[in-house]
T-cell receptor, first 116, second 114 residues
Framework: GAVVSQHPSRVICKSGTSVKIECRSLDFQATTMFWYRQFPKQSLMLMATSNEGSKATYEQGVEKDKFLINHASLTLSTLTVTSAHPEDSSFYIC????????????FGPGTRLLVL | AQSVTQLGSHVSVSEGALVLLRCNYSSSVPPYLFWYVQYPNQGLQLLLK??????LVKGINGFEAEFKKSETSFHLTKPSAHMSDAAEYFC????????????FGTGTRLLVSP
């Protein structure tokens, strides 16, 4: 199998602050990672595609200046929620496809963000 | 563009009964199809996938799904439900070309009663 981790698993912050979420592929390299957002009792919505060594590709309607994505290495992508507001409270999940098994994405355990 | 429809936001079964979760898709090219399970406050775990070859796919925990091109369906079944199967199930589709994004259905919550 393939393991993807996320840190932190849960974060509470004050409105106006920035929060960084890490996504790591632990036992494989990932040139591409995906960031999803999931509201309570809803499906996953793709926010952006993180590309190692180049700019992320954002889905329509996602503010790239608010959700900063950096793919610093072949095993790490970070999502920074800048100037967070209560409406940004959500469950953020990352995923990564494993080379040789490109059709399958492996998901992290998710990060619960609560903005007060 | 691909899309996925999951009929029924909630499905309730008794323990030991057949589980059937429906998924229909649309895709302009041959698709890759997936079923994922999500337990509360956790990420998604792959149950099974169809890429090519045999249309009846067996996955973990006794689940299986059959790709029916003529019906554009990929329904998930399990002969006998366990209490531990209670979770949210997502069907997803992906084009079979490169690292294209997954498109998810809205999910079906499976409730299992004793």
């Amino acid at each position: 199998g393939a393991v993807v981790s996320q840190h932190p698993s849960r974060v509470i912050c004050k409105s106006g602050t920035s929060v960084k979420i890490e996504c790591r592929s632990l036992d494989f390299q990932a040139t591409t990672m995906f960031w999803y957002r999931q509201f309570p009792k809803q499906s996953l919505m793709l926010m952006a595609t993180s590309n190692e060594g180049s700019k992320a590709t954002y889905e329509q309607g996602v503010e790239k200046d608010k959700f900063l994505i950096n793919h610093a290495s072949l095993t790490l992508s970070t999502l920074t929620v800048t100037s967070a507001h209560p409406e940004d409270s959500s469950f953020y999940i990352c995923s990564a496809p494993k080379a040789g098994g490109q059709e399958t994405q492996y998901f992290g355990p998710g990060t619960r963000l609560l903005v007060l | 563009a691909q899309s996925v429809t999951q009929l029924g936001s909630h499905v309730s079964v008794s323990e030991g009964a057949l589980v059937l979760l429906r998924c229909n898709y649309s895709s302009s090219v041959p698709p890759y199809l997936f079923w994922y399970v999500q337990y509360p406050n956790q990420g998604l775990q792959l149950l099974l996938k169809y890429t090519t070859g045999a249309t009846l796919v067996k996955g973990i925990n006794g689940f299986e799904a059959e790709f029916k091109k003529s019906e554009t369906s990929f329904h998930l079944t399990k002969p006998s439900a366990h209490m531990s199967d209670a979770a949210e199930y997502f069907c997803a589709v992906k084009e079979n070309t490169g690292f294209q994004k997954l498109v998810f259905g809205t999910g079906t919550r499976l409730l299992v009663s004793p």
